[in-house]
């Protein structure tokens, strides 16, 4: 079957870095995105990865591991407003079709 | 340039009662996607249309849903009749094409009272 797994929650300080983990069993793999969700509000799109390595978008950075099925989410000079679920999804197929894990909840503190 | 719009953004309905959801992507966006997602949760596919054809429908409870893409462009979503457990948030999202980036519309939440 299919599993994405990433933590539930998890706290930070404002200014600080944080690391989200996820790791993935699908079917086939065509690709890894990372959505931020605030809460009421749509998924954003913040990354996407489909070759091994270090994507590098401004304060936020994506990595994946095709052998080892993992990737992480590394937001740093943590702001407020980066509070908000972060939703690890993987393209299992070639038509696009995403498979999403059940977020994580950072929250970030003064 | 507009995102992907839909309505209504809250909807009570008591149980058995019919229920759609309409969306507009964003334009030239040829893949259309529907998902459910949960409280806590993530989304979860419902549906998957390119053009007008839907191409993956295999987690859309065909019992009680029913969706459409007449024209290839707006898409309505339907239960009919709803039950208490179909309480969620209902997502439409749209891509130029089947290896992008999906842009989620804000989701219509939808209590079943």
């Known amino acids: 079957g299919q599993n994405i797994d990433q933590p539930t929650e998890m706290t930070a300080t404002e200014g600080a870095i944080v690391q989200i983990n996820c790791t993935y069993q699908t079917s086939g793999f065509n690709g890894l995105f990372w959505y931020q969700q605030h809460a009421g509000e749509a998924p954003t799109f913040l990354s996407y990865n489909v070759l091994d390595g270090l994507e590098e978008k401004g304060r936020f950075s994506s990595f994946l591991s095709r052998s080892k099925g993992y990737s992480y989410l590394l937001l740093k000079e943590l702001q407020m407003k980066d509070s908000a679920s972060y939703l690890c999804a993987v393209k299992a197929d070639s038509w696009g079709k995403l498979q999403f894990g059940a977020g994580t909840q950072v929250v970030v503190t003064p | 340039e507009a995102g992907v719009v839909q309505s209504p953004r809250y909807k009570i309905i008591e149980k058995k009662q019919p229920v759609a959801f309409w969306c507009n992507p964003i334009?030239?966006?040829?893949?259309l996607y529907w998902y459910l997602q949960n409280l806590g949760q993530g989304p979860e596919l419902l549906i998957r249309y390119e053009n007008e054809e839907a191409v993956d429908d295999s987690q859309l409870p065909k019992d009680r849903f029913s969706a459409e893409r007449l024209k290839g462009v707006d898409s309505t979503l339907k239960i009919q009749p709803a039950e208490l457990g179909d309480s969620a948030v209902y997502l439409c999202?749209?891509?130029?094409?089947?290896?992008?980036?999906?842009?989620f519309g804000q989701g219509t939440r939808l209590t079943v009272v």
């Open positions: 334009s030239g966006h040829n893949t």
């Open positions: 999202a749209s891509s130029p094409g089947m290896n992008t980036e999906a842009f």
